[in-house]
């Protein structure tokens, strides 16, 4: 498999840890979202992925974008360790968050958006991931075990983590969010959440690395 990534993308840190979890060794190609005014937007690319983001990934002799569903083909074709429960009740709970921050909160302070934000980008990305996390801080009230559903490592997981770095990137106050910021304490401290970290990636700049 070959993983087109950006370190610092939150696309891209759901699916290298979802990779990691299930032992699935690949190459990175970095595409640095910044450098010559967007690697994404080369024509290269742009024939790998129309859409002009990471993360994508080739495998099995097709090329996917989308990290939740390059993480649901992840699933389905190298099922351990599981990421979505058996339970479907609780399935859809780790969907229902998944789809939360990858589609509720994460797009909205995209670099993409950030860019006509202009000099309001900070208090902008601020704003949409403080209304996101209110609501995802009440979610998991209902659904949280050691993780954000239960006791079990999940694509919700996946999601929450890099989120939160996000937050923190941008200066967040992370007080109001305690089950939020214990769950991400948790997953950190796994192997796998530590190796797919940005601070240690083949693209990650000197001064930023781990």
Known sequence: PILYSYFRSSCSWRVRIALALKGISYDLVPVNLIKDGGQQFSA????LNPMQQV???QIDGITLSQSLAIINYLEETHPNPRLLPQDAKKRAQVRMIA?????GIQPLQNLSVLKQMG???MEWAQNCITSGFQALE????????????GDEVSMADLCLVPQ???AERFK?????YPIITRIN???LELEAFKISHPSRQPDTPAELRA
């Not at 009440?138 to 559903?149: D, K, P, S």
Request: aromatic fraction near 6%; hydrophobic fraction near 40%; charged fraction near 25%.
């Open 138 to 149: 009440q979610i998991l009230q209902h659904t949280a075990g050691r993780y954000c559903v």
């Open 55 to 57: 993360p994508a990934l």
């Open 99 to 103: 789809d939360h921050i990858a589609s």
């Open 172 to 176: 967040v106050d992370m007080r109001p």
């Open 44 to 47: 290269e690319f742009k024939a």
């Open 185 to 187: 304490k948790a997953l």
């Open 164 to 166: 939160v770095a996000n």
């Open 119 to 121: 000099e309001k980008k």
